[in-house]
């Protein structure tokens, strides 16, 4: 479970003389067996808070916690219960899938018999392994996608943060990373993501955080978030919702 507790963050000039509020007092939760979605408009604070619960950013107040774990108090074992999906597949092309697979392995410190069974349960999983030991340069956009799915979870994370997960995908690499999603929640496992696709929130997630001017704007089931609004489907919701001077996400 991710708990995300009255964020506060501000950014400065080199100056100091201009602050721009990132984060106002942002809480949510996250919870196991769901898919949470993260829905705002450019500038509303999700990467900010995506950044603060990575451990890349500190907050100036406030917390987040990963299965009862302080980010700020013990980052290593906070960061070791998440599996992190970039929104872009950068990859060491000079790799084969494997050995991309095994660094981010022994990142998380994984050894032994028990870092090679962990990478073969994955590539199993992934259906990875006729790709496992070919060099990732010339890798479509689905297969650089399987291999990064890959590398956030061959250390078994319990939590799942994804930011624009099919952004560049084709339809069939959309579906198969679809499918996986509903595999882990199935499993348990607590499954956040950032998108601006919002058929693909309603259509995936259990509940549905709205973000706007760093604060939470609303939160529900997608069917709840249009009764709030009054409106038939989530878009019109969430322009209503945010308030029509914050403009469309896009």
């Not at 100091?16 to 509020?21: A, E, I, L, Q, S």
Request: charged share 25%; proline share 2%.
């Amino acid at each position: 479970m991710i708990e995300v507790n009255n964020l506060h963050k501000y950014f400065h000039d080199k100056k100091g003389k201009n602050t721009v509020k990132a984060l106002d007092g942002l809480s949510f939760t996250a919870k196991d067996g769901e898919i949470t979605g993260i829905l705002g408009p450019n500038g509303a604070g999700k990467t900010t808070c995506l950044r603060t619960l990575y451990g890349l950013l500190s907050a100036d107040e406030g917390f987040v916690t990963i299965d009862g774990i302080t980010v700020t108090e013990k980052p290593l074992a906070a960061r070791a219960k998440l599996g992190i999906f970039p929104d872009k597949f950068g990859l060491y092309e000079r790799l084969t899938a494997y050995e991309q697979i095994d660094y981010f392995a022994s990142l998380h410190g994984l050894s032994g018999k028990t870092k090679k069974d962990a990478i073969a349960q994955v590539i199993d999983d992934l259906d990875l392994g006729k790709l496992a030991h070919r060099k990732t340069v010339g890798f479509s956009q689905g297969q650089r996608m399987k291999v990064t799915l890959a590398q956030a979870l061959v250390h078994q994370p319990q939590n799942f943060v994804l930011d624009e997960p099919t952004r560049g995908l084709d339809v069939m690499s959309t579906r198969i990373l679809r499918e996986h999603l509903a595999k882990f929640k199935a499993k348990g496992h607590c499954i956040l993501f950032s998108s601006h696709v919002m058929q693909e929130v309603a259509a995936l997630c259990d509940r549905v955080i709205i973000v706007a001017n760093g604060k939470l704007a609303a939160q529900g089931t997608p069917q709840e978030l249009c009764d709030l609004a009054g409106e038939a489907n989530l878009e019109d919701a969430f322009v209503k919702l945010i308030g029509t001077d914050e403009g469309v996400a896009a």
